[in-house]
């Protein structure tokens, strides 16, 4: 009895300790290789990030902004400061005083950079974090309000920008999962592109 047991546990560890895992790699780097490496965008040979991740392109509040930033769209805030290894939320609930302030700071920051109105409504995803701190998209709307600031600065027609804009918006999954968004890695690389 213990034998076959034994052998029972040789003979399941490799099945799906080693072969089926490594049929399920070989069938994803044949059938899905971009994604199943990290869908990783390269630039002139060069990976300059994944269009899974996102990156921090806007300013800190209460900071001196660079003007670099300003030539960017702005990502969702990231409670991670877009580190992969401490991805997370902020955990603070919406009675606390701190997520309160920094709502507060991130919104008169937008509205400011942007030039809108102090009380412009702006996007949920303008002043909160994503859940895991590293979401690489933004709505349309965030995207939109965010044309005349890019435009102004590249020195680009607004009609170009939106267009950019328009192009790298993708609608809801199977047209049914999710919501429309605007991978912001990707079109701050197509905007950096269409300048040269």
Known sequence: MATTALLMTVVLTILTGLIYPMVMIGISQVL????ANGSLIEVNGKIVGSSLIGQEFGCVPGTKCPAIALTYFWDRLSA??????????????????????????????????????????????????????????????????????????????????????????????????????????????ALDALKK
Do not use: C, W
């Open 32 to 35: 899905f290789n971009h994604q």
């Open 80 to 189: 991670s400061d877009y580190n992969a290894m401490e991805s997370g939320g902020t955990n603070l609930g919406p009675t606390n005083k701190v997520l309160v302030q920094n709502t507060v700071a991130e919104a008169s920051l937008i509205r400011k950079v942007n030039g809108l109105p102090a009380n412009y409504l702006l996007p949920s995803d303008a002043v909160s974090s994503s859940a895991s701190g590293l979401d690489p998209d933004i709505s349309p709307a965030y995207a939109d309000l965010q044309v005349p600031r890019v435009a102004r600065v590249r020195g680009l027609s607004e009609a170009t920008v939106m267009a950019m804009v328009k192009k790298y918006t993708e609608g809801r999954t199977f047209d049914l999962l999710g919501e429309p968004r605007v991978n912001v890695l990707e079109l701050n690389l």
